[in-house]
C-alpha cells in the first residue's frame, strides 16, 4: 500500500447538536445524505453520530487536500456502516471519479468519539 494522503479531524459533539438544534432539517439536509440522516436519527443520543460523521467527512477532503468547496462536497461523501459494523465511506460517482482521477484506489475510516469530542482519521491510498 501506498499511501497518497491522510487526513485528520476532531469536532466538539455539542457544536454539532447545537447546529443541528439551530438549523434543524436545513442543516442536516445540506451535510448529510438521507441515510445518514436516517441512520443517526434512529438513535437516543444523535450527536456523537452526526459528529462523527462531520469528522469523517472533514477528514476525507484534507486527505485530498481539498476544502469542502471542491469538487468533492458533503453529500458526495457518506459514512456507513459495514455488516460487522465497520464504518465506510461511499462516495457519488461524481467524488469517486474525482478521486479515480487523482490515482486513488481506496481509502480507510477510523471513527471515534470521548466525552466531548469525535474525531474522525481518513487514509487515502494510490
Given at each position: 500500500?501506498?499511501?497518497?494522503?491522510?487526513?485528520?479531524?476532531?469536532?466538539?459533539?455539542?457544536?454539532?447538536?447545537?447546529?443541528?438544534?439551530r438549523?434543524?432539517?436545513?442543516?442536516?439536509?445540506?451535510?448529510?445524505?438521507?441515510?445518514?440522516?436516517?441512520?443517526?436519527?434512529?438513535?437516543?443520543?444523535?450527536?456523537?453520530?452526526?459528529?462523527?460523521?462531520?469528522?469523517?467527512?472533514?477528514?476525507?477532503?484534507?486527505?485530498?487536500?481539498?476544502?469542502m468547496?471542491?469538487?468533492?462536497?458533503?453529500?458526495d461523501?457518506?459514512?456507513?456502516?459495514?455488516?460487522?459494523?465497520?464504518?465506510?465511506?461511499?462516495?457519488?460517482?461524481?467524488?469517486?471519479?474525482?478521486?479515480?482521477?487523482?490515482?486513488?484506489?481506496?481509502?480507510?475510516?477510523?471513527?471515534?468519539?470521548?466525552?466531548?469530542?469525535?474525531?474522525?482519521?481518513?487514509?487515502?491510498?494510490r
Amino acid at each position: 500500500m501506498a499511501v497518497l494522503g491522510v487526513g485528520i479531524d476532531l469536532v466538539r459533539i455539542e457544536r454539532i447538536s447545537r447546529l443541528v438544534g439551530r438549523w434543524g432539517d436545513r442543516f442536516l439536509a445540506r451535510v448529510f445524505t438521507e441515510s445518514e440522516r436516517e441512520a443517526c436519527s434512529r438513535r437516543t443520543n444523535h450527536g456523537p453520530c452526526f459528529a462523527m460523521r462531520f469528522a469523517a467527512k472533514e477528514a476525507f477532503v484534507k486527505a485530498l487536500g481539498l476544502g469542502m468547496r471542491s469538487p468533492v462536497q458533503w453529500l458526495d461523501i457518506q459514512v456507513r456502516n459495514d455488516p460487522l459494523g465497520k464504518p465506510i465511506i461511499s462516495l457519488s460517482p461524481r467524488a469517486e471519479a474525482y478521486c479515480a482521477g487523482r490515482g486513488v484506489t481506496a481509502w480507510h475510516l477510523s471513527l471515534t468519539d470521548e466525552g466531548e469530542y469525535a474525531a474522525a482519521v481518513v487514509v487515502l491510498e494510490r
